[in-house]
């Protein structure tokens, strides 16, 4: 789709599947010139609702070459939205530990590097505006989830501490929580095997039986893509945005408010622990 020269550029890390191409198609739509990103953009061949870059957010090289891409074209960035990520799941006994370092290295690392490479143009050019996708999984430690959850929860906390560095530079950043969508993300997260005979064979089997529901029940990622667009409107962004099903919301405010113990109970009833 071809949007006017005097629209607003925009960055999609991730935006060949999911939240990410929804968020796209959504911005391309408004009239915004959309780049998404994927490690391999040939196996997209006949992807044509917007411009999709190779990028792979764990190499600095491709990091570099597709914002030089935007900034030899346009001059300009007007928005990042670091939304590439990866699920992860399983025991954190049973987790290998180069598992937890690749799903660490998309989570966050991934997303710190390409800010890194975007922060100079928009320093030059005196805006810009970061959108953080992280998970209401951020907010709590959840089982069998405690690798993802971590990942998102720092890049919640980078976040945080990044906004007020920028200040200064007129560069808005801010994190998008979303809760369970109906995306692919089941399909491409890494999954410990339920391992016959472990301790963990029954409550983990349950548990990762429970999230794929959860996936497979979730939100329309059109609702995602609306809030980003709202947000791209806003002068000044809040620190945080949840989105999500309404209990997926509330259950960040009754952690907030329940002693620790009694909210413990409540996740443990909830996965069957």
């Not at 491709?62 to 960035?77: F, T, W, Y």
């Not at 029940?217 to 995602?224: C, I, L, R, T």
């Amino acid at each position: 789709m071809n949007a006017s020269q005097n629209s607003k550029i925009v960055l999609i890390t991730g935006g060949s599947s999911g939240i990410g191409k929804s968020i796209g198609i959504f911005l391309a739509n408004k009239g915004y010139t959309v780049y998404g990103t994927s490690r391999n953009p040939s196996r997209f061949s006949d992807f044509d609702v917007f411009t999709l870059l190779q990028l792979d957010v764990a190499d600095k090289d491709s990091i570099a070459s597709a914002v030089k891409i935007i900034n030899q074209k346009h001059g300009r960035l007007d928005v990042l939205i670091n939304n590439a990520g990866a699920g992860i799941t399983g025991p954190l006994e049973e987790i290998p530990e180069e598992e937890i370092i690749r799903n660490f290295t998309t989570n966050y690392f991934g997303p710190i590097n390409v800010t890194k490479a975007v922060l100079p143009l928009m320093r030059k050019q005196g805006d810009g505006l970061i959108i953080n996708v992280t998970s209401i999984a951020g907010y709590m430690g959840l089982p069998f989830r405690g690798i993802y959850s971590a990942s998102k929860a720092a890049l919640e906390m980078t976040t945080e501490a990044w906004r007020m560095e920028l200040k200064s530079f007129n560069i808005k950043m801010t994190n998008i929580a979303p809760g369970d969508f109906a995306t692919n993300i089941a399909a491409g997260r890494y999954h410990a095997p339920v391992v016959e005979g472990s301790p963990y064979e029954k409550t983990y089997g349950e548990s990762l039986r429970l999230m794929d529901e959860h996936v497979d029940e979730g939100m329309n990622p059109d609702e995602m893509a609306k809030v980003v667009y709202k947000v791209i409107q806003i002068s000044e962004p809040k620190v945080h945005y949840k989105v999500g099903a309404f209990m997926q919301k509330i259950s960040i405010v009754l952690k907030r408010i329940l002693p620790d113990k009694v909210y413990e109970k409540l996740l443990m009833n909830h996965y069957k622990l």
